[in-house]
């Protein structure tokens, strides 16, 4: 059993950052890939940005793409994701993930984290 501790989130003004981390209690082939899924209320949970252990590819949706970056610490076993130029609309809870397919998608991931929100203020 693999577990995420997550850490970060918080609330911020529109335009502003957070870092959000997830430490992974060990890398295995079911945890080949990690990312970060956001759930505003009311809303599927939708990936918004994932990376691989090896190689380290990443993928970011459409939404963050420019703003959000992924990256990943192999000797610490943490994937980063670093939210600049925060909108009101990326307010949502953020879940790390980890799952042995990359692209990440929600029905392949085989851990969660516990969540985290971020809320950003208008």
């Known amino acids: 059993q693999v577990q995420l501790v997550e850490s970060g989130g918080g609330l911020v003004q529109a335009g502003g950052s957070l870092r959000l981390s997830c430490a992974a209690s060990?890398?295995?082939?079911?945890?080949?890939?990690m990312g970060w899924f956001s759930q505003a209320p009311g809303k599927e949970r939708e990936c918004v940005a994932a990376?691989?252990?090896?190689?380290?590819?990443?993928y970011y949706a459409d939404s963050v793409k420019g703003r959000f970056t992924i990256s990943r610490d192999k000797d610490k076993s943490t994937v980063y994701l670093q939210m600049n130029s925060l909108k009101p609309e990326d307010t949502a809870v953020y879940y790390c993930?980890?799952?042995?397919?990359?692209?990440?998608?929600?029905?392949?991931?085989?851990?969660w984290g516990q969540g985290t929100q971020v809320t950003v203020s208008s």
């Open positions: 993930a980890a799952g042995p397919v990359y692209p990440l998608s929600s029905k392949y991931v085989t851990y």
């Open positions: 060990a890398r295995t082939s079911s945890t080949y890939a």
């Open positions: 990376i691989t252990w090896i190689g380290g590819s990443t």
